[in-house]
């Protein structure tokens, strides 16, 4: 009888196990997103009316005051290729952010930039429709096959502008196109092409997003930037009691910042330069005897009432028994132990 040692694999639950471990690998807000926008798009398959609710509408935004509609917009997509590009696009860039300056600290940065692209977007759209005394593009969302919201693409273009603002005069290569751009006109010339590609249909809650991303950086930065205190108070407060020992949870400060307090913290050891620390060393010039001698006297440059000198360069901590010894707090930026 040939007996098969390879045990039958299951595609499912293969696949079952690697979503599992992507999900357990993101941040919490950026899986937040995620699986709010696919289960939204879902939803919204069987039950039309729930990209109606939560899409920014700007003629029920404005006329009937539906401000959630503000905040609700990013997590509404009702493209699966839309979902598809937006999430890879802005994916990346979003768990190296929330690593960087800590779960609370970018939620409150990503509602704040989807409530005044929103705003922006409602206040365009109520100007041009008072002038052509038409509310035709304060519609213009709902179609007749449905709702058309762009989701996270307002945001994505947002912050694809903000990070080209941050090094403005840099080259950019524009695409496969065989052209070179400045970061500073990169968003802009991409809109525009997208529009030219589109069929000049100009889709003004896009531009908002590319609009307000050079408000933010050249006008209201120092007025809208939230602070590394403000976002630990929000963080503390009753209001994020619940997501603080959820997986993937990033206290304000950011991953770097926590590793490198935890490590200082944990055993009272500073860190500092190791340039300093070779500058400290000196190689031992006195006379002494070989271990084992019977001669007990060392006999060295140094005076018997001076203390002799030590240097904690090479110190290295091997296990939790060598801290936990009477003198275990070692102080790397002085040359001299404490008797």
Known sequence: MNVNSNQDVNPCQDLKDKIKSILESMPLFIKIVVLSTIILYIINLFIPYVALYLADIPYFTVYYCQIWRLITTPFMTTGILSIIFSLLFWYKDAVKLEQD?????????????????????????LLISLIIQSNILMKMKVTPRGVVNT?????????????????????????????IIKARYYPVVLFLIFTILSGFNIDFENLCGIGFGYLYHYYLKNKLSISNNFALKVENSFLCRWMKNKKGFIKSGGIGTQLVNSFQNARNVVITNSQNLK?????FQGKGVAVGSSDTNIRSNTNKDDKPKVNYANVRVNSNEDINTTDSRVDLNTSKTNN
């Open 279 to 283: 500058k400290g060393f000196n190689a």
């Open 151 to 179: 989701g996270l693409w307002p945001i994505l273009l947002c912050d694809l502008t903000l990070l080209c603002l941050s090094n403005p005069n840099e080259n950019m290569k524009f695409f496969i196109f065989p052209c």
């Open 101 to 125: 300056i800590g779960t609370v600290k970018y939620i409150l940065i990503f509602c704040m930039n989807s409530f005044f692209i929103q705003i922006l977007y409602c206040s365009i759209t």
